[in-house]
């Protein structure tokens, strides 16, 4: 078992002692003069479990003790002292301590009480990580039948198994967390945390001590060390939500951490390793930021290494309805309600809608009909008002077939292939004709699934 200890006492003898053993025992040993020494140690350094001495001047470990599970109750502390009494060791277990031994001591007792504190700690670590993925369990899964899903639901099994980055595209509202966890639940990970971030939600220097870390001092409010999300993730995976917003001053520092799999906490002057699978998401056209310059090209492709496109709720047919079943089941279940499920032409209004805040937008809906529902079954005026209200519109134009009324997305996708096939199948030729350069163009062609030959 690796771990690192925190030593303390005043003690030179004692502490010499302890750090000449314990690591042919397998412990990293750091060491404290003091209780004050012990907590600036402690705001700079990462430690699975204190040893302190009883009797130190000034303050003295009973204090000390309190003070270390005040600040991190998760923290094992082993209390030493030279008077065995009862009294003591009373005094010691209330103040929080996780066991106590009496000197003269033995390293082989000190090696297994330190074993024991640091599974201890580990153990609640996951039993608290697993509580709460059993509650989210339910809402975490991936839901949905549709071909569309059926697609997205075969390429996450091919590929959670690897490490290779994914990068997952749809709509605001699409699940892209959704697939984030569904790969990590099926990944060699799982039993590591998944840990995520939204690279929307906050300032550029906030954002990157939160990502990568920082050390004691390294900016006015940093007066304690902080190890960063990609360390926190180690084992695991991380998720970085909305990517396209990361403002272009980190895009190198978090390129460099994808290449050398270490990060450098601000401030600091050292690479740590980090050993993370990196699944990121995003609902803007990366393409079109590399173009206008406000994402860095090389990033995408380091990112990008699989990509999973989320369709619309729209374009996902039976699902509306698989999903807004299982979203009753769930909230009928939270508000205590008798609602088992929908009226026919509820149902119907719910298949029509075109749901353009997909499925949270469904979500949404759907609780409030269980909150307004008087009856068993939900029905049209439990809706609310803009899916009652709705009415899907079909646009006539003269001489013009409706189906062929599409995007502009579409529209493009369709010149742009045509071009291609004007040109022969030469994607030089066809860059020029279409004023693209040849990356672009060939990243446009890879997302609509045109091979290189």
């Known amino acids: 078992m690796t771990a690192r200890v925190l030593i303390v006492d005043d003690d030179p003898e004692m502490v010499a002692l302890l750090a000449r053993g314990l690591p042919r025992r397998g412990f990293e040993v750091l ?17 699975d479990v ?34 065995g009494s009862l009294p003591a060791a009373i005094g010691a277990i209330r103040s929080g301590a996780y066991d106590f031994l009496a000197k003269p001591i033995e390293l082989d007792a000190v090696a297994v ?35 569309a899903m059926r697609e997205v639901h ?9 490490d290779a980055s994914v990068l997952v595209t749809g709509e605001s509202g699409t699940g892209k967390e959704l697939v984030a966890r569904a790969l990590h639940r099926q990944s060699k990970r799982a039993a590591g945390p998944l840990v995520a971030v939204n690279c929307a939600a906050m300032p550029e220097p906030l954002l990157e001590s939160e990502l990568f870390g920082h050390v004691k001092g390294a900016f006015t409010d940093a007066r304690g060390a ?3 999300l990609f360390r926190e993730a180690s084992g695991g995976t991380l998720f970085l939500d909305e990517i396209g917003e990361l403002p272009v001053g980190l895009q190198a520092k ?41 994402f860095r090209e090389d990033l995408y492709y380091r990112i990008d290494v699989v990509h999973v496109a989320l369709p619309p709720l729209r374009a996902r047919g039976g699902d509306v309805l698989l999903l807004a079943q299982r979203f009753v089941e769930d909230t009928a279940r ?28 469904l979500a949404n809906a759907i609780e409030r009909a269980v909150a307004m529902a008087r009856f068993e079954l939900i029905t049209v005026e439990d809706l609310p008002e803009k899916v009652r209200a709705y009415t899907p519109t079909t646009l006539t134009v003269t001489g013009v077939d409706p189906a062929e009324l599409v ?8 010149y742009i292939l045509h071009v291609l096939r004007a040109a022969g199948g030469s994607r030089t030729v066809a860059a020029g004709i279409l004023k693209l350069d040849r990356k672009t163009l060939y990243r446009r062609l890879k997302a609509y699934g045109v091979s290189d030959e």
């Open 407 to 414: 995007s502009l997305e579409e529209l493009e996708r369709r």
């Open 226 to 228: 902080r190890a960063g």
């Open 113 to 147: 009480a330190l074993e024991r504190a640091v599974r201890h700690r580990r153990l609640t670590e996951e039993v608290t990580r697993l509580r709460r993925q059993v509650a989210t369990a339910r809402d975490g899964e991936l839901v949905g039948e549709s071909a």
């Open 50 to 83: 204190v040893v302190t001495d009883l009797h130190m001047a000034g303050l003295d470990g009973l204090a000390l003790t309190e003070r270390i599970v005040g600040n991190r109750p998760g923290l094992p502390v082993i209390v030493l002292t030279a008077f």
């Open 154 to 162: 075969e390429l996450i099994a091919r590929v959670a198994p690897t």
């Open 334 to 361: 939270r508000f205590g309600k008798p609602v088992t499920g929908f009226a026919p032409a509820a149902a119907e209004k719910l298949a029509s809608y075109e749901w353009p805040g997909n499925v949270r937008e």
């Open 31 to 47: 060491a404290a003069a003091s209780a004050a020494e012990a907590l600036a140690r402690l705001d700079a350094d990462d430690v």
């Open 254 to 294: 978090l390129l460099r951490a994808l290449q050398e799999r270490s990060v450098r906490p601000v401030g600091g002057d050292a690479e740590v390793p980090v050993d993370v699978r990196v699944v990121t998401a995003t609902n803007r056209d990366l393409e079109r930021a590399i173009e206008a310059g406000t």
